[in-house]
Every structure is written in structure tokens, then in C-alpha cells.
């Protein structure tokens, strides 16, 4: 970035601008496997801050300079959506505040953890149940702009049925609010003459034009983050057009958001836990079939590496849950140390948790359920109580994080990391893909969400062996040609980033895309807000941008 640009950069903005190398290098990482250092390091107090740094880059570009901006929460996306090497906007430092909290919704600024929002909500009984497995770690702005979703998502759906309205700033530095317009209320925003105004025109010509083309595009499973989601904007029934449902999930590439106003939910009070320990993942599709038939709220699984890396690293696990915590939570784990002692592992651990108005009848529903099950080849228990139950949550949520965390020389990479199946494709599909991973020799962890057929699968690698990149490509593409084979979904919730961006040809067709590119174009027609991601992503950048070593 040119030193002039700078210059003015800093008297625009009210919040900080760093260029030093502490700060540059401090961002030059998300969870994903890339690196790469921001030219600038900047910390809006305000969205007029935001609005204001975003008409300098639009000026610059304008007048030739190469300069760009990607907004930032947490930085713990795993597709490299939060790294640049140009403008970086960090929205935790100050755009943190819940500025309102009703009956049912919330208003709140993107740099809020989750955790402190949730904190408040619960004050009020109120949860967003679309909340990720790093629950502890992101931040509201990475939650609404992956489209992100978690351990509940089974029952309630993925963060954009929370969104209701969405306060950005546009590509030009103009400020719009998105949310569900009825058809009056979309013409009157189509004679704005300003950027949003052209913005309604083109986009509703394009989704009414184009709805062919887009219904059979549109996804097929229950979860999806890849893409521009425009089969959610267009209610033709009801005379509804919502642009806010394009902003979910599109990795700050079409406007950035300075505030959000989402629907809040009140959950069940009780909940019962069935814990099931298959052998191999043989039964699995059968297994899991019978058990949606249940609807438990959640439905998670995790793989016999993961429990082995829980046990490994527990007393680090622990450190965050306080004194007495620990012994509490360190005996309830004894059973799993001795099954890890003595070998009684089990290939695969699903949980199902059914939640009701009380604790005896979500009991009675994990009973059912166990009943139903009798004659599969699994053991299963259910938790005693909660309380008991919090253990198994430890070893689903932490499973990612300790693998980033504890694997010196290796690096957690995450790259097929996201599948979607529907669960009924599970008999095919699962041996085919592991037919797939055993011609490579890899470790790798899989956990995931199996009540939505959705996986993690996390190799570890030595990404500085010039073979991890051979790998990476070769298989991200063959595993996502079989997703595809199975018309499933390249990613449910981590979304596109780097390192999927290049395979949105293999889940949509060329039509689709290009009306991807022309979204782009008409948000943000400088292409100045975080390019490269869903839209002109190339194989080059996954290879260029690789962390070269651990550390
Ligand atoms: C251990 C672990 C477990 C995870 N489990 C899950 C899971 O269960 N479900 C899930 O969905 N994800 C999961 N993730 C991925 C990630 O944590 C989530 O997607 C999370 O919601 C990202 O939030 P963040 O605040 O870290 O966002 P960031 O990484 O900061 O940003 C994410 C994307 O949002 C954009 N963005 C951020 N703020 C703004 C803004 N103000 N305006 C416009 N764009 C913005 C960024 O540019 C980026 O593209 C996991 C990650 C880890 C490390």
C-alpha cells in the first residue's frame, strides 16, 4: 500500500492503523492452512470508520492503486475467508457491543464473541442455536458472514434462518440495511439512485430472470455454506425479496456488516444423552437412520483418534474449567482412560441428545431410542445425567482445536474438512470415500455433524514436504467429485474461502457461476472487498499461500 495512502488511511479512521511487523504478523494466520500478511492492520471504533476506509480503497483502486480490504472477527475460520495481503479490518478491538436484546432477537455489532453474547442471551433465556463447535473462540461477524452452524442445526437450521436484518457498508462506502422487503417496499428501494438502489435493480432482474437456473442449482442437503446462496432471496410465493440472505455466509465479499439484528430462540430445558460406540462405520448409515427417526436436537459423532487425542491432552483440555471443574470432570473421564489403557477403543462415538420440557420425558426419548436400537451391532449407554453427558460435548467440540493445538512438526489441515451427504446416500457414499482416503497414507481425525451427514475430516501433515501439496490438491478434488457425484455440498459450514473457491465448478454448473461472478460484479464491481474468495479463486492461490511451517 502506497505511503500516502496510509497517510490518509490514519487521518480517516478514528481507530487504530498498524503497519508494524508484531501486528501484521499477529494476522497473518486464521485456523485454516494458509498465511499471509495484511499490508495494514486496522481497528474501526465505528462503522463510519468502516465506511470511511472502504471509500479510500474504492479511490485507490479507482486510481490504479492494488489494494483491497477483508474484514476479520475472531480469525478462526478454516478457509483462509479472514487473511489478505492488503487492508485487514479487525472488527473485535471496538465493534463489540450488544446494542439491544428483546422478547426474540438480539441487536449486535460484529466483533462480539459468542460467548459474551451468549452469556447475555441466557440472562433472558434465549440462546442462537445455530452457534458453532468454537463457541469459545468466534465472534459474530465470522458467525453470520460463514453462514455457520453447529451441534443444534439438526433441529433448528444454519445462522441465516436467524438473520432479520443486516446493517453493511457497501463497496463505495455507502450504508444500506438488508432485510425481507415486500414487493412495494423492493420497488421504492429500486429508485434510490445510489448504490444500494442499483444494487435492488440488478439483483432482482437477475434472480427473476435466472430462477431456473438457480432452483436447480440450489443445494440439496440440509446444510450449505458454498456459494452466493440466491435461491434464499427470492420468496415468489410470498412476494418477499430479503438481499440480507445473500450477505449470510458470503465471507464479507459483497459488503461488510456493521450490525445485525437476529432472531433469538428459547430451547428446551432438559436434555438426555444417547451414547452409541460402533466398531466400524459399516452400520453407521442404518444406525443413523434409526435414530433421526427419534428427532434428537442434536446428533454428533467422533472418531476413535479424536478420543485418543481427548485422553492425550485432557489435562490441557481442562485447564480453562476452574479447580473444581477439573476434579469433577477428571473422574467422570476415568472409564475412558482405561479403555484407552487397554485398548477397548471404539472406532466411532455418536451421540444423540433429545431435549423436552423435562428431564423425564427427554430421558424417556433417549430410552426409545436405545430400544429401537437393540439388535444393531453397537454399544450404547445413556448419560446419567447433564452433567454426565458435558464430557462427551468436551471431546466433540475441543476435537479440532486439539489437533491445532497439541501436534508439534504437524499441522491440522484442513481441506476436505466439510462434507455434506444426505444421510440417506450414507451406504454408498462412506465406503467410497474411504476407499478414496486408504489410497493416501494419511492420519486423520472425522468428526462431525451425522445427523445432517456432515464431516470433518482433519488430516495432519508435514506441510513443509512438498508432497502435502500434491496431496491437498489431489485429493480436495477427488473427494469433492464424489461429494458431487452424491449431489452434496463442498462445504455445510466452514464455507469457501481459499482453499475451496476453485472447486465451486464441481458443485455448480457453469451457468450458476456465472451468476456468482455477476453478484460480484454488481456488490462490488472494483472487486475490493476480500477478492479471491468465492469468486476468481484459482488452484494457484491454495499452492502460493500454503503455511510453510508449523509453528
Ligand atoms: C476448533 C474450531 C471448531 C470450529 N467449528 C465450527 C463449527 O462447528 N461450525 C462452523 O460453522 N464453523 C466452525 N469453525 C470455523 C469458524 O470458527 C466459524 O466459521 C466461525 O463462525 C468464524 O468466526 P470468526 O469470528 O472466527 O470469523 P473470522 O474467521 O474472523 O471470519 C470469517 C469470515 O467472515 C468474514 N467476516 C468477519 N467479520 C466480518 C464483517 N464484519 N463483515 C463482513 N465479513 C466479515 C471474514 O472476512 C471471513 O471471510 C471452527 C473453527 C475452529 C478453529
Do not use: C
Not at 49 to 67: F, P, S, T, W, Y
Amino acid at each position: 500500500m502506497s505511503t500516502k495512502m496510509l497517510e490518509k488511511l490514519r487521518r480517516a479512521v478514528a481507530g487504530e492503523v498498524n503497519t508494524d511487523r508484531v501486528h501484521r504478523q499477529e494476522y497473518s494466520r486464521d485456523a485454516s492452512i494458509f498465511e499471509i500478511t495484511p499490508s495494514a492492520v486496522v481497528f474501526p471504533k465505528t462503522a463510519a470508520d468502516v465506511a470511511a476506509a472502504i471509500r479510500l480503497v474504492h479511490e485507490a483502486k479507482e486510481a490504479g492503486e492494488d489494494v483491497s480490504l477483508t474484514a476479520r472477527a475472531a480469525g478462526t475460520d478454516m478457509t483462509g475467508g479472514s487473511l489478505t495481503s492488503s487492508v485487514m479490518l479487525v472488527f473485535t478491538r471496538h465493534l463489540n457491543r450488544l446494542k439491544e436484546i428483546g422478547a426474540d432477537f438480539a441487536v449486535v455489532e460484529p466483533g462480539m464473541y459468542y460467548r459474551d453474547f451468549e452469556r447475555e442471551t441466557l440472562k433472558h433465556g434465549l440462546i442462537l442455536p445455530s452457534y458453532p463447535a468454537s463457541r469459545n473462540i468466534a465472534a459474530m461477524g465470522g458467525i453470520i458472514n460463514n453462514n455457520s452452524a453447529g451441534e443444534r442445526t439438526l433441529k433448528y437450521g444454519q445462522t441465516n434462518r436467524y438473520v432479520e436484518e443486516l446493517a453493511v457498508v457497501l463497496s463505495d462506502g455507502s450504508p444500506a440495511t438488508f432485510k425481507s422487503l415486500t414487493a412495494s417496499e423492493l420497488e421504492e428501494k429500486k429508485t434510490l439512485q445510489t448504490l444500494e438502489g442499483e444494487i435492488y435493480r440488478r439483483m432482482h432482474a437477475l434472480i427473476v430472470k435466472n430462477q431456473k437456473v438457480i432452483k436447480k442449482n440450489e443445494p440439496k442437503v440440509s446444510k450449505n455454506a458454498s456459494g452466493y446462496a440466491l435461491w434464499r432471496v427470492w420468496d415468489k410465493e410470498r412476494g418477499l425479496f430479503n438481499l440480507a440472505q445473500l450477505i449470510v455466509g458470503a465471507q464479507g465479499t459483497l459488503a461488510l456488516l456493521t450490525e445485525a439484528k437476529l432472531r433469538l430462540v428459547r430451547p428446551k430445558e432438559h436434555r438426555a444423552m444417547l451414547i452409541l460406540f460402533l466398531k466400524d462405520f459399516e452400520k453407521v448409515p442404518a444406525v443413523v437412520r434409526e435414530v433421526l427417526k427419534f428427532e434428537p436436537e442434536s446428533f454428533e459423532s467422533y472418531d476413535d483418534h479424536t478420543f485418543k487425542l481427548a485422553i492425550r491432552f485432557l489435562p490441557d483440555i481442562m485447564k480453562g474449567f476452574g479447580l473444581r471443574n477439573i476434579l469433577r470432570l477428571g473422574v467422570s473421564f476415568l472409564p475412558e482412560m482405561w479403555m484407552a489403557l487397554t485398548g477397548g477403543i471404539p472406532r466411532l462415538i455418536l451421540t444423540a441428545e433429545f431435549a423436552e420440557e423435562s428431564a423425564m420425558s427427554a430421558r424417556a426419548k433417549a430410552e426409545s431410542a436405545a430400544r429401537a436400537l437393540q439388535g444393531f451391532p453397537v454399544s450404547m449407554k445413556i448419560a446419567k445425567d447433564e452433567r454426565e453427558a458435558e464430557k462427551y460435548w468436551i471431546m466433540r467440540r475441543e476435537s479440532f482445536n486439539l489437533l491445532r493445538k497439541n501436534l508439534h512438526g504437524y499441522t491440522a489441515a484442513p481441506f476436505i474438512d466439510d462434507l455434506v451427504v444426505n444421510p440417506d446416500d450414507l451406504p454408498r457414499f462412506l465406503p467410497e470415500l474411504n476407499a478414496l482416503l486408504a489410497r493416501y497414507n494419511l492420519i486423520y481425525t472425522v468428526a462431525g455433524h451425522i445427523g445432517n451427514g456432515n464431516f470433518h475430516i482433519i488430516p495432519l501433515m508435514n506441510l513443509d514436504d512438498p508432497k502435502s501439496k500434491t496431496v491437498i490438491q489431489e485429493l480436495s478434488g477427488k473427494v469433492y467429485e464424489l461429494v458431487a457425484k452424491y449431489h452434496g455440498s463442498i462445504t455445510g459450514e466452514h464455507n469457501d474461502g481459499i482453499i475451496r473457491t476453485p472447486y465451486l465448478s464441481l458443485m455448480f454448473d457453469k451457468e450458476m457461476l456465472s451468476l456468482f461472478a455477476e453478484t460480484k460484479k454488481i456488490f462490488d464491481p472494483l472487486n475490493i472487498l476480500n477478492p479471491g474468495k468465492k469468486v476468481g479463486g484459482t488452484l494457484e492461490d491454495i499452492t502460493t499461500h500454503l503455511i510453510q511451517s508449523a509453528r
